[in-house]
């Protein structure tokens, strides 16, 4: 003992932090990982060699050939549980990972706070989650949810920019064990507050993993594709001739991406949407594609909240953003706009207009209304925009303009078959007022193209605009 703290050894060290360092490893290039602070050491416990590494291993590595570091709570050692040192060693990794530019990856698996170490530990949560903010928009900060992330940590792993969360794992800001004893049956906590339960209701848990090599396959697509040079031997002028027979949207973003690889952002959530990341020609790009298939062709309130996140994050790290769109625009209940419908698609809205980075619209389908302005407007900002040959451009869809400006001739056409009637008016519409080459004529649009081509016209005009 020396100055009221027990010496431990390294091989008690090296036990002690054994299984998580093993985790680390497994998602990390091989032989990368060097710890740092290994041997810190906080206040002095009844038993002190309990808290061999402070329940939290830190240190950097590459994934993928990038440089990133990575702290990863040890749930052998004190449960993981948060005290000052175990939260000064975090926020010690975290300052080098600002200062050097690199990502910051977290394993989260946190048995709570040490409450007997008083404020201090309220003290320790205040640092790393202001820590925590200052990371957002600075580097990446890829969020990994091993086990527990309870109280105040879940907060940590909701400032993430993106997160990854084992179907083992527990999330939730109240203790779940409490919020478990609300309910008729006492369940499992990870049916009740894992991943399933957190996937289609906010933009916090944006991927899950089944395993550690499932995590280091997506965590090093991820890193890959938020870096400047994206890998590829893909042609930027590559055909993709099955657009032309019309794809679902996840398949279509894949046609244009390169190699075909697509890295689905939150895929559980407002499936009306396809928010996904990936690259073209070499750059990181963002690309939005609205699904017509799902919820009748209408873009929901919670794939406008999934646009706005998915958008932002965009902008906070300068990657160009596509998108896809054939929507009928909104369609909301009387509920919702009392809930607050305009105030969601207000968000919408902003974080398309206020977002700096470069953005390339394109009509595949139905580009109605709102779903227009929203996702590929000129006036809204989008630099570059095009539209299929099949492609429809209007304030109202064709259907819904019969409806609305032409119920004197449907109702003319009384003794004809209605069916007919209506679709022949609402062919006459789309010809006469939603034809994309109007949009084109009038400069809103760029270019009108065959689908096929559609990769390679987007490849040139990322160079363009990056002025390449």
């Not at 750059?283 to 799902?294: E, F, L, Q």
């Amino acid at each position: 003992m020396e100055n009221g703290k027990i010496i431990v050894s390294s091989q008690a060290i090296e036990k002690a932090t054994a299984s998580v360092k093993k985790f680390i490893d497994s998602i990390c290039d091989k032989s990368s990982f060097v710890e740092t602070d290994v041997f810190v050491t906080g206040k002095t416990f009844e038993d002190a060699a309990a808290a061999l590494g402070e329940g939290v291993v830190t240190g950097y590595a590459t994934i993928g050939g990038k440089p990133v570091h990575i702290f990863a709570q040890n749930a052998e050692v004190l449960k993981g549980s948060l005290g000052k040192a175990h939260a000064d060693k975090i926020v010690k990794c975290m300052k080098r990972d600002v200062a050097t530019g690199t990502p910051l990856v977290s394993v989260i698996d946190c048995g709570g706070a040490r409450i007997g170490e008083g404020v201090g530990v309220l003290e320790g949560y205040a640092e790393v989650l202001a820590e925590a903010a200052i990371v957002s928009g600075q580097v990446p900060h890829y969020c990994v949810v091993k086990g527990n992330a309870v109280g105040m940590m879940s907060a940590f792993v909701a400032m993430a920019d993106f997160t990854f969360m084992s179907k083992d794992a527990v999330l939730s800001l109240d203790s779940p064990m409490y919020l478990a004893s609300t309910q008729k049956e006492f369940p499992a906590l990870n049916k009740l507050l894992g991943y399933d339960a957190h996937k289609g209701g906010a933009d916090i848990a944006q991927f899950t993993y089944s395993s550690a090599a499932d995590l280091k396959k997506q965590l090093s697509a991820l890193v890959d594709v938020l870096t400047d040079n994206v890998s590829t031997k893909d042609d930027p002028n590559r055909v993709a001739s099955a657009l032309d027979k019309g794809l679902p949207a996840a398949d279509a973003i894949k046609a244009i991406l390169d190699d075909g690889k697509s890295i689905e952002y939150c895929s559980d959530w407002a499936k009306e949407v396809v928010c996904a990341l990936g690259s073209i020609n070499g750059m990181g790009v963002g690309v939005v594609a609205t699904d017509p298939s799902v919820g009748k062709g209408y873009l929901s309130l919670d794939g406008a909240r999934k646009i706005t996140a998915f958008v932002e994050k965009l902008d906070a790290f300068d990657m160009p953003l596509i998108t896809l769109v054939d929507s009928l625009g909104f369609n909301t209940t009387v509920e919702q706009e009392k809930a607050g419908a305009a105030k969601v698609a207000a968000e919408l809205f902003a974080s398309v207009a206020a977002s700096s980075v470069d953005k390339i619209g394109v009509a595949v389908g139905k580009a109605v209304g709102a779903a227009y302005t929203a996702l590929m407007s000129k006036g809204i900002g989008f630099d570059y925009t095009l539209a299929t040959e099949k492609a429809c451009i209007s304030p109202i869809a064709p259907d819904a303009a019969v409806d609305v400006l032409m119920a004197d001739q449907l109702a003319a056409d009384k003794g004809k078959d209605v069916a007919k009637a209506r679709q022949k008016l609402a062919d006459s519409y789309a010809a006469m007022a939603a034809d994309p080459m109007i949009a084109a004529q009038e400069g809103y649009v760029d270019n009108v193209v065959e689908a096929k081509n559609l990769r390679p016209y987007i490849a040139s005009a990322l160079l363009m605009l990056k002025g390449i």
